[in-house]
């Protein structure tokens, strides 16, 4: 096994299951559940498959003799998003607000971390629902939460409505969607094509800043010049 089968299978989950399925059988379930978990609970990789994971799950799961089961493997990445969440907001808790408030990080990065407390400012609560169909966000936005954005019994309420829409609403559709002949054809395409929708709210809300801070920027210069 090694890097560049990893970096294949990162980009082609369905791969990644089916190598797992055939080589682990049913021990499958749990090495999904890892990944959910290390992807959503630990800051440091938010690299890992997480919408396209869940997205390959049904897709896969609804193939004859695919050897996995969307309904167990959707109960299983639940209760990993939800384990992984709540293990980020208790790092976070107890990491963040020094990390927060220093300038430079080897472990964490500090453009995520200002971004995702962003997020917050302008979502609110309701971030951690909203964050669960934002890649690297979702990662952030439980630490975030643990260094002083939210109480945890406020978080764990979200939280647990977050990893049941996230995990409900990607698992579906690729249940729906993997019965396609052109998404069977085109899985590595329809993968790139979910990356690049769920990247689409941080690109907006990116050009939105750049926008208003040329905006203020103008405004200061006009300012200086009278």
Same mark, same amino acid.
């Given at each position: 096994?090694?890097?560049?089968?990893?970096?294949?299978?990162?980009?082609?989950?369905?791969?990644?299951?089916?190598?797992?399925?055939?080589?682990?059988?049913?021990?499958?379930?749990?090495?999904?559940?890892?990944?959910?978990?290390?992807?959503?609970?630990?800051?440091?990789?938010?690299?890992?498959?997480?919408?396209?994971?869940?997205?390959?799950?049904?897709?896969?799961?609804?193939?004859?003799?695919?050897?996995?089961?969307?309904?167990?493997?959707?109960?299983?990445?639940?209760?990993?998003?939800?384990?992984?969440?709540?293990?980020?907001?208790?790092?976070?808790?107890? &990491?963040? #607000?020094?990390?927060?408030?220093?300038?430079? $990080? =080897?472990?964490?990065? +500090? @453009?995520?971390?200002?971004?995702?407390? !962003?997020?917050?400012?302008?979502?609110?609560?309701?971030?951690?629902?909203?964050?669960?169909?934002?890649?690297?966000?979702?990662?952030?936005?439980?630490?975030?939460?643990?260094?002083?954005?939210?109480?945890?019994?406020?978080?764990?309420?979200?939280?647990?409505?977050?990893?049941?829409?996230?995990?409900?609403?990607?698992?579906?559709?690729?249940?729906?969607?993997?019965?396609?002949?052109?998404?069977?054809?085109?899985?590595?395409?329809?993968?790139?094509?979910?990356?690049?929708?769920? &990247?689409? #709210?941080?690109?907006?809300?990116?050009?939105? $800043? =750049?926008?208003?801070? +040329? @905006?203020?920027?103008?405004?200061?210069? !006009?300012?200086?010049?009278?």
């Amino acid at each position: 096994m090694d890097l560049r089968a990893i970096l294949g299978w990162l980009r082609r989950p369905d791969e990644l299951i089916d190598f797992f399925t055939r080589s682990y059988g049913n021990l499958t379930y749990a090495l999904l559940g890892l990944i959910v978990f290390c992807e959503t609970g630990l800051v440091v990789t938010p690299f890992l498959p997480g919408d396209s994971l869940l997205f390959a799950v049904g897709a896969i799961g609804m193939r004859d003799g695919s050897g996995i089961s969307p309904v167990v493997a959707g109960a299983v990445l639940f209760c990993a998003a939800l384990v992984g969440d709540n293990v980020n907001y208790q790092i976070g808790k107890a &990491l963040g #607000p020094r990390v927060m408030k220093s300038e430079t $990080s =080897r472990l964490f990065n +500090k @453009k995520h971390l200002d971004k995702t407390k !962003a997020f917050f400012e302008k979502h609110g609560p309701k971030t951690v629902i909203l964050a669960r169909f934002v890649p690297i966000v979702r990662t952030f936005s439980p630490f975030v939460a643990g260094a002083g954005a939210m109480t945890y019994r406020r978080f764990l309420v979200f939280s647990v409505i977050g990893a049941a829409a996230w995990v409900t609403t990607m698992i579906g559709a690729g249940v729906f969607f993997g019965s396609f002949e052109f998404v069977k054809a085109h899985f590595d395409a329809v993968v790139v094509m979910i990356v690049l929708i769920s &990247l689409m #709210p941080m690109l907006v809300e990116y050009v939105r $800043s =750049r926008s208003a801070g +040329k @905006k203020d920027g103008e405004a200061s210069t !006009a300012t200086k010049a009278v």
